[in-house]
């Protein structure tokens, strides 16, 4: 099992950056390839960004693509979300996710997940 704490989110004007974290517990991070997945108000959860195991591939929606990085630090069982250039559109609960699967796009195929953290990008 893997539990999951994301950190890093807060306010940001239009056009500013925020790096989110998430750790992870447990000796298994390295067997997870890992996802962020976001949700505003009244919206379904949507994906945003995956990597897999090793950290050498990954994948975005179009929506953040050339504007957000996930990297992961498999040593310090943690990934990370960096986004640059936030809009207003941006705003929403990010969650971080393990899964077996990877790359995987869909929240179905994620078997853990964090609580969340909230991302507020003021115009």
């Known amino acids: 099992q893997v539990q999951l704490v994301e950190s890093g989110g807060g306010l940001v004007q239009g056009g500013g950056s925020l790096r989110l974290s998430c750790a992870a517990s447990?000796?298994?991070?390295?067997?997870?390839?890992m996802g962020w997945f976001r949700q505003a108000p009244g919206k379904e959860r949507e994906f945003v960004a995956a990597?897999?195991?090793?950290?050498?591939?990954?994948g975005y929606a179009d929506s953040v693509k050339g504007r957000f990085t996930i990297s992961r630090d498999n040593a310090k069982n943690t990934v990370y979300l960096q986004m640059n250039s936030l809009k207003p559109e941006d705003t929403a609960d990010y969650y971080c996710?393990?899964?077996?699967?990877?790359?995987?796009?869909?929240?179905?195929?994620?078997?853990?997940w964090g609580q969340g953290t909230q991302v507020t990008v003021s115009s």
């Open positions: 990597i897999n195991r090793s950290g050498g591939n990954s």
């Open positions: 996710a393990a899964t077996q699967i990877s790359l995987a796009t869909t929240p179905a195929a994620y078997d853990y």
């Open positions: 447990g000796r298994t991070f390295s067997r997870y390839a």
